[in-house]
């Protein structure tokens, strides 16, 4: 089980530093394209298409690595107020509910590349971006975030069990 916790977490993070790259892309991209349109006055076509396409990336491919360092938004508010052992199985259902959706989000997303894949679909933007190149982001990262989900289940109910050997 430890082997494949370590190549879940070398995926996680290889997702998190393309997703990285790509912000690092977009940045270098969007300040290159400011500099030439006010010093050249010739700017870059094509970069907000990249832009969109990049950010698209970013969120899908860096998601799981924010759950897996928990650093998704929480209520904070609501979790401080309750015990300790309400709050640990308010975990478990959060837990079981994401992994959940999506696991759907993945299943109902990988029909939609398949499709744009067989179907040769192309978005309608001056480069003529294959779809799936584009929607094969919501798979990946919804797949790495069920998983994400479900390890963080099995952690949260080893400290549910704790919660019964005290009581």
């Known amino acids: 089980m430890k082997t494949i916790n370590r190549v ?7 997702l998190s530093g393309i997703a ?15 500099f030439s ?16 396409y990049s950010l698209l990336y970013v969120t899908f491919l860096g998601a799981p690595q924010i759950l897996k360092n928990k650093g998704h938004i929480n209520l904070d508010i609501v979790t ?4 300790s ?3 640990n199985i308010l975990s ?11 696991a759907c989000i993945f299943y109902f997303g990988l029909l939609v590349v398949t499709d744009n894949y067989n179907f040769n679909i192309k978005v ?10 584009l929607t094969i982001v919501i798979p990946v990262g919804m797949f790495f975030l069920a998983i994400q989900f479900i390890r963080n289940f099995f952690n949260d ?6 919660y019964k050997k005290v009581v």
């Not at 879940?8 to 290889?14: T, V």
């Not at 309608?124 to 190149?133: E, H, I, Q, R, V």
């Open 8 to 14: 879940i977490d070398i995926c996680i993070a290889a």
């Open 20 to 34: 990285a790259i790509a912000l690092a892309f977009l940045l270098v991209g969007i300040c290159y394209s400011t």
């Open 37 to 52: 349109r006010v010093a050249f006055n010739k700017p870059l076509s094509n970069l907000v298409e990249y832009s969109t």
């Open 80 to 83: 401080n107020a309750l015990p």
């Open 85 to 87: 052992k309400v709050n």
């Open 92 to 102: 478990l259902c959060i837990d079981v509910v994401g992994a959940i959706i999506c």
């Open 124 to 133: 309608m933007d001056s480069m003529g971006t294959p779809m799936w190149l």
């Open 157 to 162: 109910y080893d400290e549910f069990k704790k």
